[in-house]
């Protein structure tokens, strides 16, 4: 009880902390949103390449401003994302090359390039690039206001778009085929969908970093789909453990010393995903294993076929 | 329009990477027929339908849909595609699935309400599912996951069904309720063009048939085109098992 109202007063009068916790609710709040689309459609490590890609974005932002203002970063973060995503869909759709091997063709060369600018940027600008390698794991601690404005902003144009086409998004992640049949620009959508989700994970970028940053796409998203079968429970469910694992992750990074917040989130959604994994009711594996069990101790029994031979 | 084909297509040829799938295919099909396509696997039946459909880019020759092409009577086409085709495991219950048949009419950004929720309703009740409405889809028997997605196409209100096998891995019960649909919806003025594996029930339930492979290879009404020797061409000699039993043995 006196640690609950520690926190509470930590949350009210800490400044950094409350800054931290609201952005962390922000980036777990739209990534859990996006992220089931990304698990459904069985492009769960899109998330990965997209993050990955959005490093030389960073890069060449600064290089070409000078700016460390967060907007000008995450602008650049997702111009080069979303260049990464349409490259992959590109190659998918135009040749061989399978849609795996597009996402790792796309994750090492943008990665590659990133790297590479850092190391440019770390030896030529000097004491101006204070912070920009932060990105690379995320630093919550460098949040301010000024940043969590922005991340709320990325992520309500990300959130508005997915409730505007949300019978489109459902059906494209669906049947595609019918969808097309229908006359929907099939295309179109997809590429919004990928948009919003560059989106999401820019907004998450300078918290979590670009290594970690696709568990939060997809970790609330599997978590929630083992508790419920129905698409709106599902995107409420996930939007509400991304929000958990952030505001966790930021109050137990607080309370003990040098825990960096970007790893302590994500090892806090991974809890989520555990706990779901075994004990959500029907999916869980304990569900199954008791039902397992009941079935093998019955004795079998003789039930008759009907006249298609179906029992 | 009312005088048109319902489907005309001529000189069709359609490939993947190089390999042809559909060679110069000339196919034309009345209003109100009940259509079977058939042949082996990898005739090219489901591009066939994709491309009356738009969905694939031919490389030559051209398709009309009642006189038009597709583009403009797309609200006058249902289609029902391979029950396989989806992931059943996907989190939404039957009479969502249904209603997605009317996202092409209600347009952007307007959700589906009670209107459209009765329409469902009523086209869960043609196929004999009203009870299943609010059932999870991954719960349901492969019989059911069909009769579903017929529900969606009739939600369209077309004029003309393309239908991807809808008798693949069904229940006794339910091809017979699927054949008594079809032959509602012929008497209704539909018109009727359904891929279809099972040679035996063939001519019971089809008055027209396209056999397909790659090429087309006969077309027409049914007691004059399913003839042996169309088959044997159609399926390269391996028809021995296309004798019912009754003249087999």
Partial sequence: MDALIDILYALATDYTLRTVALGSAILGLVSGALGTYAVLRGQSLIGDAISHAALPGIALAFLLTGSRLTLVLLLGALAAGWLATLAIMAVTQTSRITFDSALGLALSVFFGVGLMLLTYIQQTAGAQQAGLDTFLF???????????????????VALLGMALCWKEFKLLSFDPAFARSLGLPV????????????????????????????????APAAAARQWTDRLGVMVALSMAFGVAAGVCGALISSLVANLPTGPTIVLCVSAIV?????LAPRRGLLWRYLRDRRTRVRPPVAVPADENGRP | MSSSPAITVRDLTVAYRESPVLWDIDWTVEQQDLVAIAGPNGAGKTTLLKAVMDLVDPVAGQVRVLGEPYRAVRDQVGYVPQRGS?????PTNVLDVVLMGLYGKL????????????????ALAQVGIED????QISELSGGQQQRTFLARALVQDAALYLMDEPFQGVDATTERTIIDLLRDLQADGKTLVVVHHDLQTLPEYFD??????????????????????NLRRTYGGRVGFLHPPSEAS
Wanted: hydrophobic content about 55%; glycine content about 8%.
């Fill in chain 1, 138 to 156: 995320g630093q919550a601690a460098t949040l301010v206001t000024d940043d969590v404005w922005t991340m709320a902003g990325l992520g309500a």
């Fill in chain 1, 187 to 218: 295309r179109m959508l997809d590429t919004l969908l990928m948009t919003l989700l560059v989106l999401a994970i820019v907004i998450g970028l300078q918290t979590v970093g670009v290594v970690l940053m696709s568990a939060m796409l997809v």
């Fill in chain 1, 274 to 278: 555990a706990v779901s994994l075994t």
């Fill in chain 2, 86 to 90: 989806v992931d059943w495991d996907f």
């Fill in chain 2, 107 to 122: 347009g952007w950004f307007r959700q589906p309400g009670a209107e459209e929720r009765a329409t469902a309703r009523e």
């Fill in chain 2, 132 to 135: 299943l409405a609010d059932r």
């Fill in chain 2, 208 to 229: 027209s048939v396209l056999l397909l492979n790659v090429r087309r290879m006969a077309s027409g009404p049914v007691e004059e085109t399913f003839t042996d020797e």
